[in-house]
T-cell receptor, first 112, second 116 residues
Framework: DAKTTQPTSMDCAEGRAANLPCNHSTISGNEYVYWYRQIHSQGPQYIIHGLKNNETNEMASLIITEDRKSSTLILPHATLRDTAVYYCIVRVAANGNNRLAFGKGNQVVVIP | EPEVTQTPSHQVTQMGQEVILRCVPISNHLYFYWYRQILGQKVEFLVSFYNNEISEKSEIFDDQFSVERPDGSNFTLKIRSTKLEDSAMYFC??????????????FGPGTRLTVL
């Protein structure tokens, strides 16, 4: 699975959109981009995933560049409860390749 | 909304003792996983399980570990003889499939294992 690069940490203003970048320059054509977050040692929480197209759900939007070498997770209106470690993970979804490889993630702090 | 549940939330045991961590995956899911997170470190994959057998395991998942689906709802992780370094949060996850659509893994809240 391709590796990802994220900032170690970032601050976001409450009520504003939070844009979380992720680089995955070695991604291959059949690899998905997943985003999870972990709030203070709780279980990782699934946010969103995509393959090529931009995706949106009730939690966030995922913007994937045309060359697929980077992506941005957008939290449209950050709240204090969005303070968490955010993980960008790239993986081929295939039988026999089941593991999610978590990195160190991006510690996002939402500031009032 | 369906959730993965885990029991107990916290388990304290003596070194050398056996522990069993329990998970109830989401009901229509067919693939089950265990991960662990040592305090301050990354979440690490341990094992995946499908159709009553292990489909993938990491180098961490040695002979001291075993998994089982003893009935139609529970999925367990057994550590045969615990070591101090087994102290960690253990997360169970499940997914409907492993490939195609509906392969998203959903995690439980975790069991904190403390080995004394």
């Amino acid at each position: 699975d391709a590796k990802t690069t994220q900032p170690t940490s970032m601050d976001c203003a409450e009520g504003r959109a939070a844009n979380l970048p992720c680089n995955h320059s070695t991604i291959s054509g059949n690899e998905y981009v997943y985003w999870y977050r972990q709030i203070h040692s709780q279980g990782p929480q699934y946010i969103i995933h995509g393959l090529k197209n931009n995706e949106t759900n009730e939690m966030a939007s995922l913007i994937i560049t045309e060359d697929r070498k980077s992506s941005t997770l957008i939290l449209p209106h950050a709240t204090l409860r969005d303070t968490a470690v955010y993980y960008c993970i790239v993986r081929v979804a295939a039988n026999g390749n089941n593991r999610l490889a978590f990195g160190k993630g991006n510690q996002v702090v939402v500031i009032p | 909304e369906p959730e993965v549940t885990q029991t107990p939330s916290h388990q304290v045991t003596q070194m050398g003792q056996e522990v069993i961590l329990r998970c109830v995956p989401i009901s229509n899911h067919l693939y089950f996983y265990w991960y662990r997170q040592i305090l301050g470190q990354k979440v690490e994959f341990l094992v995946s399980f499908y159709n009553n057998e292990i489909s993938e395991k990491s180098e961490i998942f040695d002979d001291q570990f075993s998994v089982e689906r003893p009935d139609g709802s529970n999925f367990t992780l057994k550590i045969r003889s615990t070591k101090l370094e087994d102290s960690a949060m253990y997360f169970c996850a499940s997914s409907e499939r492993a490939s195609g659509t509906r392969h998203t893994q959903y995690f439980g809240p975790g069991t904190r294992l403390t080995v004394l």
